[in-house]
């Protein structure tokens, strides 16, 4: 029996219906496979660049860039102030002594190191931008300890002095190293003026020596 018009009329339009229903549903891979947005990155490119190894800064530096770096061999010449606060001293001694044996160890003759006592850590910075304004000195080492206590003064003096020292530096446009030790207790504070965590007033010393030749070598 034939069919009727109507029911034609509705298969025929459900054909089409569902015909331009999977166009659209296949029309957008295929649009993203074979013809990608020009303002999108190519598949290809993207699976390139995941895959691509991650070079070191250094290494993937283009050819014929300078790398400055200081020395610590080449010390010839080089003066030092060490500003070394008394509060704590049974600590910042030690760091002091280090800091000389630093020295000593990286060939930094005894006349040309210029010790400074400060009351306490907070009166560093100033002191610090005093002799680096001087033009006497390469690098000026900034040697303290500040212990946490029961009350806020800690954390005033701990941050008046790193701010200080930083701003020493910057304003006299010589290296101002800080060596402030800011611990919570006094044993945390021996174990890094000498004890089981080294002892911080040699790795300040060494730090000073490397910026002051930078300075001295390539950036005076």
């Known amino acids: 029996m034939a069919a009727s018009p109507a029911t034609s009329s509705a298969t025929l339009r459900a054909s089409s219906y569902a015909g331009f229903s999977d166009a659209r549903l296949r029309a957008p891979r295929a ?3 074979s013809f990608p947005s020009s303002h999108s990155a190519h598949p290809t490119a993207l699976v390139a660049d995941a895959r691509a190894p991650r070079l070191p800064v ?3 530096a283009a050819a014929g860039h300078q790398r400055l770096m200081g020395s610590l061999t080449n010390t010839e010449g080089l003066r030092f102030a060490v500003v070394v606060a008394r509060f ?5 001694n030690l760091l002091l ?3 000389l044996e630093a020295f000593e160890r990286y060939s930094i003759k005894g006349e040309n190191i210029t010790v400074v006592s400060v009351p306490g850590s907070f009166e560093i910075p100033v002191a610090a931008q005093k002799l680096g304004k001087s033009g006497k000195f390469d690098a000026i080492l900034c040697i303290g300890a500040v212990i946490r206590g029961d009350t806020t003064h800690y954390d005033a003096v701990a941050n008046s002095a790193a701010s200080g020292v930083l701003n020493a530096g910057l304003s006299a446009g010589v290296p101002c190293v800080f060596g402030v030790l800011t611990c919570d207790d006094m044993d945390q504070a021996l ?3 000498g004890g089981k965590a080294g002892n911080k007033g040699a790795e300040t010393a060494i730090t000073a020596i490397e910026m002051a030749s930078l300075f001295r070598h390539h950036l005076g």
């Open 31 to 33: 649009s993203a496979v």
């Open 58 to 60: 250094v290494a993937a």
């Open 88 to 92: 704590n001293e049974i600590v910042t």
């Open 97 to 99: 002594q280090g800091a």
């Open 191 to 193: 174990n890094r003026a």
